[in-house]
Structure formats: structure tokens, C-alpha cells
């Protein structure tokens, strides 16, 4: 049994069924405030199932899952989903649904672009932005909310080089400021970066939970040997 208690995730034996087929199968899985962990495994192996469940999209059918409320996190998606608003108005309607007023509003999602490297973007429509500059902008959003937890699902997937380390920055200082990050990603490279600790799934489930560095050097499970095999090819 996983103790809850002092802790920004936990999963005890959580499976999950959609459409009759399982897509997560006895999970167990602890996350201390403060982590950067990378969820690696082939397509179709759980991870955004995983990260789903965590931000309560997905319910389980069976065990417990602790997670933060709604409130105190964000999930980041491949394709990021942005209102027709202008790039300011997207960050300032969502601190607004929080209560935040709107002058206030306005200043903390002007510093966020800025963090973001988009001061200069804040009149555009959103829509009209790259696919790095919309994923910037999702990112300074979840800034400004300020989650304990963010859950990221390929933010950089088919992403130009640029872009790709701008928004690797981002997640490192929005860690460094004290959020706990969970990043799914097929990208090795990103993990060694980013992350200290990797979960390796397979079949729906968690087959290797280690350090980054151990399970780079030395992976357990004949899953991970293969997957990391065809990654170095």
C-alpha cells in the first residue's frame, strides 16, 4: 500500500478500462513534491493514459489515485488548446476563472509572456502563432496558474530544433520555481535533460521505475533494452 501522506502523486494498483479494453493495468506509483519525471515507452504503451488519469480525465476502475485537485495542476498537450483570443486574453481569461481580477490579471500574464519570450506577442490572435510559439503559450497559462503539478504530453513533439530547447527552458524553470513535472515523451535526449527519474512503460503498465542516469546506462527489462535499441539505430 502507498502512503499518501506527503506526497504530489500516488497510485495504488490503479488500473483503467475504456471501451473494454484496458489501458492502464495495476499501476502503483509514488511522486514527491518537487520531482521531474520522464514517462518513456513505445506508442500505445499507457503514457498518456497515465498522465490522463492524473489529471482526473480518466477514471479508474480499480485501486486509489491521489493526485492534486484540479486547481493545483495543468496538462500540456502535443497540440496545445488555445481560445480565439488574442495571446494576452489567453492568459488572463483563465487567471480570471480563478477569481484573479482583471488588472491583476493582465500584469501577472504579461510577466508570463515575458518569461516565455513573448511580450511581443501579446496582441496577436493566438491561433495565428507557430506551433513553438502556441506551445509557449500554453506554457506561460499553466505558469501563471501556478500548478504544484504539471503534466506534459510531448510538448515538443514535431517541433523545430529552436523551439524544442525554448520550450525545454520553460519546463525547467517552471520546476526550478518549485512545480512538480511528469513529461511523456519519446525524446531520450530530452529526458536525460530534463528529468532525474525515468518510468518505462509497456502493455499498459510500469515495467521500470529508476533514476534517469541508471536506466539510460543499464535498463532492466527486455522492453526497455529493445525500445532503447531501436532509439539508437
Known amino acids: 500500500m502507498v502512503d499518501a501522506s506527503h506526497t504530489c502523486v500516488a497510485l495504488n494498483g490503479v488500473s483503467a478500462v475504456a471501451g473494454g479494453t484496458t489501458i492502464l493495468r495495476d ?17 500505445g504503451a499507457g503514457k498518456s493514459s497515465l498522465l ?75 491561433r495565428t502563432l507557430s506551433g513553438g510559439e502556441q506551445q509557449k503559450l500554453a506554457l506561460a497559462r499553466a ?36 512545480a512538480t513535472i511528469v513529461l511523456a515523451t519519446h525524446n531520450r535526449g530530452q529526458a536525460k535533460r530534463l528529468a532525474t527519474r525515468v518510468i518505462f512503460m509497456a502493455d499498459s503498465t510500469i515495467v521500470e521505475d529508476r533514476p534517469a542516469n541508471d536506466f539510460f546506462a543499464s535498463p532492466q527489462s527486455a522492453e526497455a533494452i529493445e525500445y532503447l535499441a531501436v532509439e539508437r539505430a
Not at 87 to 113: M, P, Q
Not at 147 to 176: C, F, G, Q, Y
Open 27 to 43: 499501476v502503483t506509483l509514488v511522486i514527491a513534491p518537487g520531482e521531474c519525471v520522464a514517462v518513456l515507452g513505445a506508442n
Open 52 to 126: 490522463r488519469l492524473m489529471n482526473g480525465l480518466l477514471a479508474t476502475n480499480s485501486g486509489s489515485a491521489h493526485t492534486p485537485s484540479s486547481r493545483d495542476q495543468a496538462l500540456i498537450f502535443q497540440r496545445p488548446v488555445l481560445l480565439k483570443r488574442s495571446v494576452l486574453d489567453n492568459v488572463s481569461f483563465a487567471l480570471k476563472t480563478r477569481g484573479v481580477a482583471a488588472d491583476d490579471a493582465a500584469e501577472i500574464a504579461r510577466e508570463k509572456l515575458a518569461a516565455c519570450g513573448l511580450a511581443t506577442f501579446a496582441d496577436r490572435y493566438a
Open 143 to 178: 505558469w501563471a496558474l501556478q500548478p504544484k503539478l504539471l503534466l506534459a504530453d510531448e510538448p515538443t513533439a514535431n517541433l523545430a530544433p529552436a523551439a524544442v530547447h525554448s520550450v525545454e527552458t520553460i519546463l525547467h524553470r517552471m520546476h526550478v520555481a518549485g
